[in-house]
């Protein structure tokens, strides 16, 4: 298991974005995205966010800018 890096984001999903496509769910390492069935169509959605390393791979693959890294809630895994 890999433990979250410090001072690593978190994915944020714009549902209004997300094609589906699920770039993001093949290229999530520790597998903590899926694709899930929302109002007529599939998006993205991240099921473990103490899973995700915050590699953010998942934005920088995703071709329709619906992935932002944000910052961690204070108090998860770290607070820088
Ligand atoms: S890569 Fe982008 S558009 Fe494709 S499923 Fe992931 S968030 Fe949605
Ligand atoms: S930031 Fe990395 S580990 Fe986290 S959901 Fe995206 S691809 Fe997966």
Redesign the pocket.
């Known amino acids: 298991m890999t433990a979250p890096r410090r001072g690593a984001g978190l994915p944020r999903?714009d549902p209004a974005r997300?094609?589906?496509?699920?770039?993001?769910?093949a290229v999530c390492e520790p597998h903590v995205l899926s694709?899930q069935a929302g109002a007529g169509r599939k998006?993205?959605t991240l099921d473990d966010e103490a899973g995700c390393t915050g590699c953010a791979l998942?934005a920088l693959?995703?071709?329709?800018d619906?992935?932002r890294m944000v910052r961690r809630p204070p108090g998860s895994s770290d607070s820088v």
Not at 18 to 25: F, H, L, Q, R, S
Not at 61 to 64: D, K, L, T, V
């Open positions: 999903i997300c094609t589906g496509c699920g770039w993001c769910v694709l998006t993205s998942c693959r995703c071709p329709f619906a992935i």
